[in-house]
């Protein structure tokens, strides 16, 4: 969990560098006087579209900044407050996910701090702990290296199964014929989904499915 400081009182947040937006949780929001919201649609998270009460203006102290910033309120008094991309974008903390970079102390709780009267700062030193907010980020990223490391992970806890109807006969579907133009892409994206063993060469097989070649704005090619 990571403290920051909302509208000058405590805020517990989890950090989610997978969240594209951070969340305020509604008993959060509620300990903060419920602050004034704007309407906003739902949230996706996770496959599902989560109730929102609103997208909130608040004055965030973290890390040594003071940011004024929206910030998205999740309907639901047991939802949990995220730490997501913007706050991360926000807050200069970008550099603390690449390997091999070391997270300094942040000068946070300095008299030199440029911005914050002598009775913010106070109110800074008493509210967050004393390692310092960075020194989390720290802790958390050691604690879950293999989530931040380069590449692509394997999830090892489960075994995936099919559910088939009843009666259910494999088919083989013949294969879709690629554009010449996009011969050349098609290859090397499943040479790279090979050596990245995502996708595993067969011989032989009872049922397949032909792939769906989805060309993007760039070079590259997203298969389905």
Do not use: C
Request: hydrophobic residues 40%; charged residues 25%; proline residues 7%.
């Amino acid at each position: 969990m990571m403290s920051t400081l909302i509208n000058g009182k405590l805020v517990e947040f989890k950090l989610d560098s997978g969240a594209e937006i951070s969340v305020l949780g509604e008993r959060a929001w509620r300990q903060l006087g419920k602050p004034a919201v704007r309407p906003i649609g739902p949230v996706g998270s996770y496959g599902t579209m989560g109730p929102m009460i609103g997208r909130a203006r608040v004055r965030m102290s973290f890390a040594g900044r003071k940011e004024m910033t929206d910030v998205a309120v999740a309907r639901g008094l047991d939802r949990i407050s995220l730490f997501g991309r913007d706050l991360i974008d926000l807050f200069k903390l970008e550099n603390h996910y690449k390997p091999g970079n070391r997270i300094a102390q942040p000068q946070a709780l300095n008299s030199e701090v440029k911005a914050g009267s002598a009775g913010e700062m106070h109110e800074m030193k008493s509210a967050v702990d004393r390692e310092g907010p960075v020194s989390r980020v720290k802790q958390v990223l050691a604690r879950h290296e293999a989530v931040f490391a380069p590449g692509r992970g394997r999830f090892k806890l489960a075994e995936a199964n099919l559910s088939l109807v009843a009666g259910s006969r494999p088919r083989m579907h013949k294969p879709r014929r690629v554009p010449p133009a996009l011969l050349e892409a098609t290859d090397g994206r499943l040479a790279k989904l090979l050596e990245d063993q995502i996708l595993k060469p067969v011989k032989w097989a009872e049922w397949g499915t032909p792939l769906v070649l989805v060309p993007k704005t760039v070079v590259t090619k997203r298969h389905e």
